[in-house]
């Protein structure tokens, strides 16, 4: 079974910078794209960003402000959010599409994390 623990979330005024990091865990398994969702007060879960081993996908609204990044060894990604707004405010998911036999691309879901972002 493989599991995806975030870290990271927390309070932090406009303007300010948070850094979030997952790690996925568990046996015989490998990762083929990692990334995060956000889902704020009222609205639906929505992609922030998600990487793969060719490519990143940004929200356009995180564009140029957040930036996430994998660790391969260490099957982590972490996201890195600059210039923080009020409407960033979310709970924030860790997701992996995992290779797990007999699964060839398992999607995988963290518990969240909370990100407030409030002066």
């Known amino acids: 079974q493989v599991r995806l623990a975030e870290s990271g979330g927390g309070l932090v005024q406009p303007g300010g910078s948070l850094r979030l990091s997952c790690v996925a865990s568990g046996r015989d398994f490998s990762v083929n794209d990692m990334g995060w969702y956000r889902q704020g007060p009222g609205k639906e879960r929505e992609l922030v960003a998600m990487?793969?081993?060719?490519?990143?996908n940004y929200a356009d609204s995180v564009k140029g402000r957040f930036t996430v990044s994998r660790d391969n060894a260490k099957n982590t990604v972490t996201l890195q959010m600059n210039s923080l707004k009020p409407e960033d405010t979310a709970i924030y998911y860790c997701k992996a599409l995992v290779r797990a036999p007999p699964y060839r691309n398992l999607e995988i879901w963290g518990h969240g994390t909370l990100v407030t972002v409030s002066s």
């Open positions: 990487i793969s081993s060719t490519s990143t």
